[in-house]
Nanobody
Framework: QVQLVESGGGLVQAGDSLRLSCAASGRTSNSYVMGWFRQAPGKEREFVAAINWSGGKIDYADSVKGRFTISRDNAKNTVFLQMNSLKPEDTAVYYC?????????????????????WGQGTQVTVSS
């Protein structure tokens, strides 16, 4: 089992930045791929970004490319999401997720069903 705890959300204005963190504990060797998803009220959960164990492979949703940066520190079992130039449409609950090596070979990173473990989410609200 892997436990994930997100932090760093908050209320900001358009154009501001936030840095989300996700701390993993437990069997962290199962967190081969770490991803961020978000869900706005009345909408489905959507992919934001993902990174593999080495950091050598990264993927972003088109809506956040050039504004968000995902990174991870394996020594600290933590993954980060640096969010710059925030827009009101970025308002959502942001979830951290972990995917095992096996599932990473089966599922597309952008598909939430392929992730084995999820955090409880952190709220990000961007005012205009």
């Amino acid at each position: 089992q892997v436990q994930l705890v997100e932090s760093g959300g908050g209320l900001v204005q358009a154009g501001d930045s936030l840095r989300l963190s996700c701390a993993a504990s437990g069997r962290t060797s199962n967190s081969y791929v770490m991803g961020w998803f978000r869900q706005a009220p009345g909408k489905e959960r959507e992919f934001v970004a993902a990174i593999n164990w080495s950091g050598g492979k990264i993927d972003y949703a088109d809506s956040v490319k050039g504004r968000f940066t995902i990174s991870r520190d394996n020594a600290k079992n933590t993954v980060f999401l640096q969010m710059n130039s925030l827009k009101p449409e970025d308002t959502a609950v942001y979830y951290c997720a972990a995917q095992t090596l096996g599932n990473s070979m089966t599922y597309d990173w952008e598909t939430s069903v392929g992730y084995d473990y999820w955090g409880q989410g952190t709220q990000v609200t961007v005012s205009s």
